[in-house]
């Protein structure tokens, strides 16, 4: 295919750019791959043990207490995706049982007291299985 | 042989449709590829809302899988594949190629191009690997409603409880993920991973086929290339959100509304048809979508194609926008509980946030600084929009206004939530303001692409 000289500089031109731009998801590409992420557990896999205690079926109870609401909606959420389809109902009020996230011990102990709840199993990531105190 | 009618049902049909509404397509590469991207995204949405409906229906999964379903999905696919092939056999020559033909495009762009396209799966690939269950809103809502309509046994108040974040939300990417799920086994990572790579895809072909009918083969080597320059895009479509799909479904319903402005009458009907089946689509698919939809009805009634009154130009994007509009409102007003937005504002404190000038401020600034932010946009955003100023205008000032109209009006909307949300304005917009954008990029750069001249600095050969 024969060009004029003017229209042979345009392509070349365009060539060119088209390549500097081709270089901009190269690049973010490097950037992914130089950034090493770790291996991130699934969060099956994570909240099997958890998941294992439940009840099969009903609403159970869930109560939460970390720095900010963004870091107790975010574990409220990885566990709810896991346990589907059991619902993770806010508060403990009717619940058998419930489960409780804190970001620390300390909290914990505040939470636990707040609600009349007593632990019944411990799991990883701040996770705590509990039912209400007895009378 | 159940999940393989699953999908092809649905997708055969999808194709018969937009065969059957844009019968005169010209004879192009291009024309053939934008009629297949947007029969394939009817079909995924199909997919989505047919087995939403069998799953909140039949109970258990087991009896989603039907033989009863098989049947009638077998005839579905027999009909549909019969409808195409009479369409095949039967079509006329089409209309002229709307584009100029362009001279072939060198060897490089076209490497450059596919550079671009691996390495953006590349991409896609290594944040999967590296999120497994997708980004906080993924496992928040997006998945976790695909997982209740799988195991809710078909209660509707598990599968849409209050308890859970966003209830309201529509189903195209749940319904996907759950039918999936539904034939591959309960919970494999690997399926809404396949769905936000088939979306990212659709979008990218849609893209080139778009610039391609509507300006030739360097305005689709170009504006695929802006389009994957913006790391946003791959990084929210790893994140297994809604939003890439919206965006590419928008991008079509642009696209068709672009083509019916070029049109004479009778196709230009079918074409805003074709517009209003895809902004439809995109209400399927998030909230966002409804706006929309409003912003493309009140562009067609504000710039209608030549010759066509308003009324009937607006009927035929209604006619086309009826079937998936009205379903996406039935959900909203029978199953879907009340969007948080709506349901925590108070009369009183709306007003004192429309007369609050700081509030216009901040989301004026917000909108500024993530247009500028590198590590989203790589400059692209500012760069789209100085490009009237670069390129000397070309195409047809009605396009040129509508899509104006369009993008205008979409930034008014999208500026409005903000303006009225009852939700904290700095986390609201920097939680959502680099997602929301992604719907109009694509949008940007047609414009950018599709409606340039020649550079404005550049003087006219002596003659012309």
Same mark, same amino acid.
């Given at each position: ?17 088209? *390549? ?12 992914? *791959?130089? #950034? ?6 699934? *969060? ?25 609401r ?15 389809? #059991?619902? *993770?109902?806010?508060g ?28 019944l ?6 996770y ?8 | 042989? =159940?999940?393989?009618?699953? /999908? ?6 999808g ?46 999964s087991?009896s ?20 195409? !092939? ?14 100029? +033909? ?11 191009? &596919? ?26 809502? !997006? $998945? ?15 599968? /849409? =409880? ?7 939300y529509p ?57 994957l ?26 696209? !068709?509304y672009?083509? &019916? ?20 689509? &995109?209400? !399927?698919?998030? $909230?966002?979508?409804l ?13 209608p ?7 009937k130009?607006?009927?035929? /994007? ?15 007003a029978? @199953?879907?509980?009340? $969007? ?37 946009w $790589?400059?692209? @955003? ?5 490009? +009237?100023?670069?390129?000397?205008? &070309?195409?047809? +000032?009605?396009?040129?206004?509508? @899509? ?19 939700? +904290? ?12 954008? @992604? ?18 600095w ?7």
């Open positions: 295919m024969s060009r004029d000289p003017a229209s042979a500089r345009r392509w070349s031109w365009f060539s060119v750019a088209a *390549l500097v731009l081709a270089a901009l998801p190269v690049r973010e590409l490097v950037r992914e *791959l130089g #950034r090493g992420r770790e291996a991130v557990t699934p *969060l099956d896999v994570a909240f099997a043990p958890l998941v294992a205690a439940l009840p099969p079926v009903g609403p159970i109870g869930w109560v939460g207490d970390g720095p900010s963004h870091e107790v909606s975010t574990a409220r959420a990885r566990l709810q995706f896991a346990a589907a389809p #059991r619902i *993770l109902a806010a403990t009020e009717g619940r058998a049982v419930v489960v409780a996230w804190t970001s620390d011990e300390e909290r914990l102990g505040r939470l636990l007291h707040a609600h009349g709840l007593r632990v199993a411990r799991f990883d990531r701040g705590a299985l509990c039912a209400p105190e007895g009378p | 042989m =159940s999940a393989l009618l699953a /999908f092809l049902a649905p997708t055969l049909l194709l018969a449709v937009v065969a059957a509404l844009d019968p005169a397509a010209d004879g192009t590469r291009a024309g053939r590829l934008l009629r297949a991207v947007t029969g394939v995204a009817l079909g995924a949405a199909l997919v989505s809302a047919s087995h939403a409906a069998i799953l909140l229906f039949a109970g258990s087991a989603a899988r039907s033989t009863a379903k098989d049947l009638g999905f077998s005839a579905v696919a027999a009909l549909a594949g019969a409808a195409l !092939w009479r369409g095949r056999r039967r079509a006329p020559g089409g209309s002229p190629p709307l584009a100029p +033909p362009s001279p072939r495009v060198p060897a490089a762009a076209l490497g450059a191009v &596919a550079l671009a396209c691996l390495a953006t799966a590349a991409i896609l690939v290594v944040r999967t690997r590296a999120m497994p269950d997708g980004e906080w809103d993924a496992y928040a809502f !997006w $998945n976790l409603r695909a997982r209740l309509l799988l195991r809710g046994g078909g209660d509707a108040g598990v599968v /849409f =409880s209050g308890e859970t974040f966003h209830p309201d189903l195209l990417v749940p319904g996907l993920t759950a039918t999936g799920w539904l034939y591959t086994g309960d919970g494999p990572r690997w399926v809404p991973a396949v769905g936000a790579f088939l979306w990212m895809s659709l979008l990218v072909v849609g893209m080139g086929a778009a610039a391609a009918r509507l300006a030739g083969a360097r305005a689709a080597c170009l504006g695929v290339l802006l389009l320059g913006a790391p946003n895009l791959a990084k929210v479509a790893s994140w297994q959100y809604a939003d890439v799909p919206t965006a590419a479904l928008l991008l079509l319903a642009v696209t !068709w672009a083509l &019916a402005l070029r049109e004479p009458r009778a196709g230009a009907r079918a074409r805003l048809a074709l517009c209003g089946l895809c902004v439809s689509l &995109a209400s !399927w698919t998030k $909230n966002e979508g706006a929309q939809a409003l912003v493309l009805a009140i562009a067609v009634a504000t710039i194609p030549a010759g066509l009154p308003r009324g130009a607006l009927l035929a /994007f209604a006619a086309g926008a009826a079937p998936f509009l009205a379903l996406s409102i039935a959900f909203k029978s @199953i879907g509980p009340g $969007n948080d937005l709506l349901a925590q504002a108070a009369p009183g404190s709306l007003l004192s946030r429309v007369t609050d000038p700081g509030r216009y401020l901040q989301i004026a600034r917000s909108f500024g600084e993530e247009a500028f932010r590198t590590s989203a $790589n400059l692209l @955003i500012p760069l789209a929009l100085l490009a +009237p100023a670069l390129w000397t205008p &070309a195409g047809l +000032p009605r396009e040129r206004r509508a @899509i104006g109209t369009v993008l205008v009006l979409l930034g008014l909307a999208y500026a409005g939530v903000y303006v009225l949300t009852p939700k +904290p304005l700095v986390w609201h917009l920097s939680s959502s303001l680099h997602r929301l954008l @992604i719907h109009v990029y694509p949008l940007l750069v047609l414009a950018a692409v599709v409606w340039r001249g020649r550079l404005r550049v003087p006219r050969p002596r003659g012309a």
